[in-house]
């Protein structure tokens, strides 16, 4: 199935979206109800925006297969990052995700099972030790 770019930004908001407050942006020209002219933010604003906790400002610029970003569009986004921000071109959740500096609880799953591994072998360390020793065998009535 084809991915269109606004069905993207919707599950890349949804996604960066649990992790502090998302905003879609429209920039350039548009009108109103009525058909007055409505400047919006400049041309080249990001598609979204997420205000992290601790003041982390990150855009995003939606972009689906070969789509690439306009001179505006990377010059708004190097201009955030020369400011402090986290700004790029997301071709997937997972590179929303990475570009907002979000590590997806899969991956810190994954990156913890070594340290689980280790915890479970020094706790097994322990529980041997401790029935090895003769005066806990009596207290808890294991007769090895």
Do not use: W
């Amino acid at each position: 199935m084809k991915q269109s770019e606004s069905r993207l930004l919707h599950e890349i908001m949804t996604a960066i979206g649990m992790y502090g407050a998302v905003f879609r942006t429209n920039s350039g020209q548009f009108y109103s109800k009525s058909g007055q002219p409505v400047s919006g933010l400049p041309k080249g604003f990001c598609d979204c925006m997420l205000i992290r906790p601790g003041g982390i400002v990150c855009f995003v610029e939606v972009k689906v297969k070969k789509n690439k970003p306009t001179t505006e569009q990377i010059a708004f986004i190097e201009k955030m990052r020369g400011l402090g921000c986290r700004a790029g071109v997301a071709y997937s959740v997972a590179d929303a995700l990475r570009i907002c500096g979000i590590e997806r609880d899969s991956d810190k799953r994954q990156n913890m099972s070594g340290v689980i591994s280790e915890i479970e072998e020094y706790m097994n360390e322990r529980i041997t030790e401790y029935n090895s020793c003769p005066a806990n065998r009596q207290i808890t009535g294991t007769k090895n």
